[in-house]
């Protein structure tokens, strides 16, 4: 099965940035789309980017937009989530989840449950 797992996150202090991973163990990403889902303390999981598997097409979550960006590097077999002008309220734990079937169309964001695979996640905590 695919193994998926994040890194790169971190403490920051709020307007700064952070750049998260999403790499496949032992496996490509290329015929996958990758969704970014956050949870922070005591709220549910939610979804906020996601990208086709050809990185062609992307969605956000609404708080995210413009702040976020999504995209991903074949030659490296990895996806990335810019993370710009960072909020208090984006502290989180972010995992990734790959999905088939969405080559030319980033996957919703509201429907986990079509991801088949999901990454362990990984603390970001943006605070002063």
């Known amino acids: 099965q695919l193994q998926l797992v994040e890194s790169g996150g971190g403490l920051v202090q709020p307007g700064g940035s952070l750049r998260i991973t999403c790499a496949a163990s032992r496996s490509t990403l290329e015929y996958y789309a990758i969704g970014w889902f956050g949870q922070a303390p005591g709220k549910e999981r939610e979804g906020v980017a996601s990208?086709?598997?050809?990185?062609?097409?992307?969605n956000y979550a609404d708080s995210v937009k413009g702040r976020f960006t999504v995209s991903r590097d074949k030659n490296k077999n990895t996806v990335y989530l810019q993370m710009n002008s960072l909020k208090p309220e984006d502290t989180a734990v972010y995992y990734c989840a790959a999905t088939l079937g969405y080559s030319d169309y980033g996957p919703p964001l509201r429907a986990p449950y079509m991801y088949d695979y999901w990454g362990q996640g990984n603390q970001v905590t943006v605070s002063s």
């Open positions: 990208i086709s598997g050809s990185g062609a097409s992307t």
